[in-house]
């Protein structure tokens, strides 16, 4: 298994991003996919998650409005576009893939079972 994150850098308060998270190693679309983000100084926090844009779509409270996640099955890829950036936006964002459909914000090795290497997001004037 392998997942690969990309399109990470800086952008100003109020900016937009789009990262990429590309899947190897497994069949993508039997499986729940999931953002997580550590900011500096704190601790992993898990972002956005979904198994399909009609099962398991989910958000925490802090991002909901402002990021959208989706993922194309036929590229084994996972998005997540960012819109109006603040600066605690700033972290490395990871992608990782849930042991099933689930999804949940319960950032556990009994639940997520692959990680990406993480791409920095820096939200900046």
């Known amino acids: 298994v392998q997942l690969v994150e990309s399109g990470g850098g800086l952008a100003q308060p109020g900016g937009s991003l789009r990262l990429s998270c590309t899947a190897s190693?497994?069949?993508?679309?039997?499986?729940?996919m999931s953002w997580a983000r550590r900011a500096p100084g704190k601790g992993l926090e898990w972002i956005s998650g979904?198994?399909?844009?009609?099962?398991?779509?989910r958000y925490a409270n802090s991002v909901r409005g402002r990021f959208s996640i989706s993922r194309d099955n036929a590229k084994n890829t996972l998005y997540l576009q960012m819109n109006s950036l603040k600066p605690e936006d700033t972290a490395v964002y990871y992608c990782?893939?849930?042991?099933?459909?689930?999804?949940?914000?319960?950032?556990?090795?009994?639940?997520?079972?692959?990680w990406g290497q993480g791409t920095q997001v820096t939200v900046s004037s």
């Open positions: 190693g497994f069949t993508f679309s039997d499986y729940a």
């Open positions: 990782i893939k849930s042991r099933d459909a689930v999804v949940t914000s319960y950032i556990t090795d009994e639940v997520y079972d692959a």
């Open positions: 979904l198994y399909s844009e009609s099962t398991g779509l």
